[in-house]
């Protein structure tokens, strides 16, 4: 069998964040119909695009996505398809309903979690989401699982073919006695025909989470000193995900546009400093609804970690964080940008960011890694460092030398268009799916 339709599931859940800011940019989104909900999500780009389906589809297979967990998305789907969805398992419900719609022969999971036991039926806790399938969807003929992070094996059972993002985290189920294959991030090439044609005009970015995931608490990690020190000896520049993060609006049309208001007004809240959000948590002359968002708010803060956040310590130049394709331009517009790593990366690189920034020609300075050699050659389609003292040196070498930053933007750009792109990667994929049908 050489032909073969295949599903990807994918989700947001570690980006509520992100789809908050975006549906408060497009309230219009909750009035659409499920097909266009779904262009115009993968459209943004603001966690996933549909370049898997696309590449897919163009190498001759029949590719669909489903991002199983966005909640106003999925129960659209629902109501068009008459798929009742009332209980606390909605997300499985939903996502069984689709699967037995499309029959895949394929069914790819972009994350473990979707795989791990109890997750999306309450009343089946002890089994994973392959083996329901296995008995639901005799017509799945194979599951592939895509891992971007250490976990248990449980998450992983069943599984025909499985993916790790780096070596570092292949290690970690190779001394589990799993065998897996490492198949690295990638970047859609499409995007370059999306950017707004702006020049450079930033001198250095970083985007992204201070304190580690996105959606961490507030405890922070390397990455957060890191970006204390660059921030105090150059002149770096931050869009930040500094806050704790925010849950997805609801679709029931009772209640979503109350919920929708009050996310807003707490979104706009957690920019208030800790000692603001403590008199009015207190306050008697504003109304109680609001007194108790800052409530919530002060508790929140109360059970995390106590180090400032960076916006209270350089709030010139904090920015509030962006998103798809306003990442991508400020990105393009950036002459060097910022990365690290994960603290739980095991020395390793990988990670997202250095397939955007080089995809969209920014000379990206990265933490360096025991894979490097895989991916980038190191000063002259990079720049990497050992340290931030490291860091802050280069950078500010490379500031005074633009020409040889944009040099290094330019030799990371067609590295990655050859080598690190979504259609290198889904070929890859095609080929070991092949193989074992």
């Not at 295949?6 to 800011?21: K, P, V």
């Not at 008697?284 to 007194?291: G, Q, V």
């Not at 990670?351 to 995809?359: I, Y």
């Not at 944009?406 to 890859?428: F, P, S, Y």
Request: aromatic share 12%; charged share 25%; net charge neutral.
């Amino acid at each position: 069998m050489k032909n073969y339709r295949i599903l990807r599931i994918a989700g947001s859940n570690y980006y509520h964040s992100m789809i908050q800011l975006y549906l408060e940019k497009n309230p219009k989104f909750i009035n659409i119909g499920y097909k266009k909900m779904l262009e115009s999500y993968f459209d943004s780009n603001i966690i996933y695009s549909d370049s898997f389906s696309s590449s897919f589809n163009a190498l001759g297979q029949d590719a669909y996505e489903i991002i199983a967990d966005f909640e106003i998305l999925q129960k659209q789907w629902a109501r068009e398809n008459g798929v009742e969805c009332v209980s606390e398992s909605w997300m499985g419900e939903i996502l069984l309903a689709q699967i037995k719609k499309l029959k895949p022969d394929i069914v790819y999971f972009q994350s473990i979690e979707w795989n791990i036991p109890g997750q999306l039926f309450s009343d089946r806790k002890s089994d994973n989401l392959i083996k329901i399938l296995k008995e639901e969807c005799p017509f799945i003929k194979k599951f592939i699982i895509y891992s971007g992070y250490p976990s248990d094996t449980d998450s992983i059972e069943g599984a025909d073919i499985f993916f790790t993002s780096d070596p570092g985290i292949f290690k970690h189920y190779k001394g589990q006695g799993l065998n897996s294959m490492v198949m690295y991030h990638s970047f859609d090439e499409r995007i370059i025909k999306k950017l707004d044609g702006t020049g450079k005009k930033h001198n250095f970015s970083f985007i992204g989470s201070s304190r580690g995931f996105i959606g961490s608490s507030r405890a922070p990690e390397s990455r957060y000193w890191a970006l204390r020190q660059l921030l105090c000896e150059t002149d770096l520049k931050v869009w930040i995900y500094d806050k704790p993060p925010h849950k997805t609006i609801s679709i029931d049309p009772k209640y979503s546009i109350k919920q929708y208001v009050r996310s807003a007004l707490k979104r706009g809240f957690q920019l208030f400093s800790d000692d603001r959000v403590n008199f009015l948590t207190n306050s008697n002359s504003i109304p109680d609804k609001i007194r108790n968002i800052f409530l919530e708010i002060f508790r929140e803060r109360e059970k995390e970690g106590k180090e400032p956040l960076l916006d209270e310590l350089f709030p010139e130049r904090c920015n509030l964080p962006v998103m798809g394709m306003d990442m991508y331009n400020l990105l393009h517009q950036s002459k060097i940008t910022f990365n690290k790593h994960a603290d739980k990366s095991f020395g390793n690189v990988g990670n997202m960011r250095m397939f955007e920034a080089t995809g969209v020609s920014t000379c990206l300075v990265t933490d360096t890694g025991y894979n490097m050699d895989d991916l980038f050659e190191p000063d002259k389609e990079i720049v990497t460092y050992s340290s931030t003292d490291e860091a802050v040196e280069k950078v500010n070498y490379l500031l005074n030398h633009p020409d040889e930053a944009e040099k290094i933007a330019k030799a990371g750009q067609t590295r990655t268009l050859r080598d690190h792109t979504t259609m290198n990667r889904c070929q890859e994929i095609d080929q070991v799916i092949k193989k074992l049908l």
